[in-house]
């Protein structure tokens, strides 16, 4: 059974730097053909697809996010990370890490971001 937790700050000042962990257990972040994607839902919104990174360790972004996001991965630890740089109130949402490409098979529960000063 995979699991994924992501964990992070709760709440973040406009201007700075969003950074979110993904940890993944119960499978490989390596596991050839995998891919692990960052997914949010602002409130009242539907779901926002952020990027992705592959098993090679490619990385795919949305192209609204792109200037904006990074996702890298530490093997040794089997953890993702998500960097959303110079946040506004807009980027207040639930942050999900999920398993899967253009269809998703695990999902962690979530956490929620507050962007305010």
């Known amino acids: 059974q995979v699991m994924l937790q992501e964990s992070g700050p709760g709440l973040v000042k406009p201007s700075q730097t969003l950074s979110l962990t993904c940890t ?29 990174i592959g098993y090679t360790g490619s990385t795919y972004y949305s192209p609204s996010l792109k200037s904006r996001t990074s996702i890298s991965r530490d093997t040794s630890k089997n953890t993702l990370t998500l960097q959303l740089n110079s946040v506004t109130p807009e980027d207040t949402a639930e942050y999900y890490c999920v ?3 253009y269809e998703f098979d695990y999902w962690g529960l979530g956490t929620q971001v507050t962007v305010s000063s």
């Not at 119960?26 to 919104?45: E, L, M, V």
């Open 99 to 101: 398993r899967g490409r």
């Open 24 to 52: 993944v257990s119960g499978g490989s972040i390596t596991t050839n053909y995998y891919y692990w994607t960052w997914i949010r839902q602002s409130p009242g919104k539907g779901l926002e697809w952020i990027g992705n």
